[in-house]
Each structure stands twice: as structure tokens, then as C-alpha cells.
């Protein structure tokens, strides 16, 4: 069986989280709401977009969520038009990808953003070609359900004993669980190393090279 390395995007590849707060807020001020504070936000990334928006609005009926949501895609849309969305590789996450690629790992994306958002990120870093397996937020249930991975499982020729779940939030490690494959987190995204262990997660790496050691262990 293939092994197969899953990566989150946003917060574990790349940090989004500017574009995210900015375009969350832009969607809230819409709808005459005042924006939450950017902590909350950055404290769901990773879901399902209507799922995030839902969480940011407990209790607020399906339409005023359902429209919000649509307001952040098309702010979002807007400012990839108009060139303003940054979204950086993490230092050292390219050189991961060519030590896994050259030990015969399998590479895959597991992520809450769209299928045109990944590929905006894959194509203005060019990785496009890197990945096996693209599972987002357009195809699937929002994570935590296993889905994206039990999907990515089976395109990349892999097993769950196989396949390692790479990311940055509780709902990453979660996931990983639930698929029954091995979580690992990372620390330089958007929720803390003990709320990783908690959701399951065998070990945080705070670098790129921890967590190639922490893949072939």
C-alpha cells in the first residue's frame, strides 16, 4: 500500500488568515452585523464556509447564515479579482514536499476552502502537480466527518494504517480520528498544540523538519 502524507491548506500550508478576517468581516458588516472579533474567526477555519459562518451566528435562523456566507464568497472573489489575496507557503514547506515525493510518500490536500480556492493556492505556488488527491469543502461534509480522507484514501492507492492527517486545527485531528488514520498536528497554525493532543493528535510539530520525523516514525 501507497503512503499517503494529508495535508490541511489554510493554516498548515499556507497562512490565510488575513484574507479570511478581512473578507469575514466585509460579510458581516453586509448584513448590518457587527464583524466577531478575529480570534473567532481564526477559530474556524478549517470547517465547511456555511458551517464557520454558522458558528460565528449561534442561533441565528438559516437564511441570515445562508446570506452571509454568500457575502464572504463573493467578497472573497472580489479580492482574488483584484489581486489583494496573499496567502503565503509556511518557510520550509516546499522542501518538505520534496524529501516526502523523493521517499515514495503519496501527497495529497484535505481542506475546508473550495474547489477554486485550492487551486488558486496550488496554481499561484505551483504545486498543482504535486498532489495525488484534492478533497474540498465543495465535494464532501464539512470536517470533522472522514469523508475527504476516506476519498483521498482510495485515489492515492493507500490504507488508513498508511495515511497520516496533517494539519493545524482540532477539526483536522478530529477527522483523522474519526478515519482511523494517524493525526498530526502542527503549531504554527490557528488553534494551540494542547488543543491538538486533546482532539487526538499523536504529536504537534513546531517545524517542517519535526514533522517529516514525525511522518516516518
Given at each position: 500500500m501507497?503512503?499517503?502524507?494529508?495535508?490541511?491548506?489554510?493554516?498548515?500550508?499556507?497562512?490565510?488568515?488575513a484574507n479570511i478576517c478581512a473578507s469575514m468581516d466585509q460579510?458581516?458588516?453586509?448584513?448590518?452585523?457587527?464583524?466577531?472579533?478575529?480570534?473567532?474567526?481564526?477559530r474556524i477555519v478549517g470547517?465547511?464556509?456555511?458551517?464557520?459562518?454558522?458558528?460565528?451566528?449561534?442561533?441565528?435562523?438559516?437564511?441570515?447564515?445562508?446570506?452571509?456566507t454568500q457575502s464572504y464568497r463573493?467578497?472573497?472573489?472580489?479580492?482574488?479579482?483584484?489581486?489583494?489575496?496573499?496567502?503565503?507557503?509556511?518557510?520550509g514547506l516546499l522542501g518538505l514536499i520534496d524529501r516526502l515525493d523523493s521517499d515514495g510518500w503519496m501527497l495529497g490536500v484535505a481542506t475546508g476552502?473550495?474547489?477554486?480556492?485550492?487551486?488558486?493556492?496550488?496554481e499561484t505556488h505551483g504545486l498543482k502537480d504535486r498532489f495525488v488527491t484534492l478533497q474540498t469543502a465543495d465535494r464532501h461534509p464539512s470536517k470533522p466527518h472522514p469523508a475527504m480522507v476516506e476519498l483521498a484514501i482510495s485515489e492515492a492507492g493507500a490504507a488508513a494504517?498508511?495515511?497520516?492527517m496533517i494539519g493545524d486545527t482540532s477539526f483536522d485531528m478530529e477527522m483523522g480520528v474519526n478515519a482511523a488514520v494517524r493525526p498530526i498536528g502542527v503549531d504554527w497554525g490557528y488553534h494551540d498544540s494542547h488543543e491538538l493532543l486533546t482532539a487526538g493528535a499523536q504529536i504537534v510539530a513546531e517545524t517542517m523538519d519535526e514533522l517529516y520525523e514525525a511522518l516516518n516514525q
Open positions: 501507497n503512503k499517503l502524507a494529508l495535508f490541511d491548506c489554510d493554516g498548515t500550508m499556507v497562512d490565510s488568515q460579510a458581516f458588516v453586509a448584513h448590518g452585523l457587527t464583524p466577531p472579533d478575529h480570534h473567532q474567526t481564526r470547517l465547511s464556509l456555511q458551517e464557520a459562518v454558522r458558528k460565528l451566528l449561534p442561533g441565528e435562523d438559516d437564511k441570515l447564515v445562508a446570506a452571509v463573493d467578497g472573497f472573489f472580489a479580492m482574488r479579482e483584484q489581486g489583494a489575496v496573499q496567502e503565503p507557503l509556511y518557510d476552502k473550495s474547489d477554486r480556492g485550492l487551486n488558486h493556492v496550488l494504517e498508511t495515511t497520516a
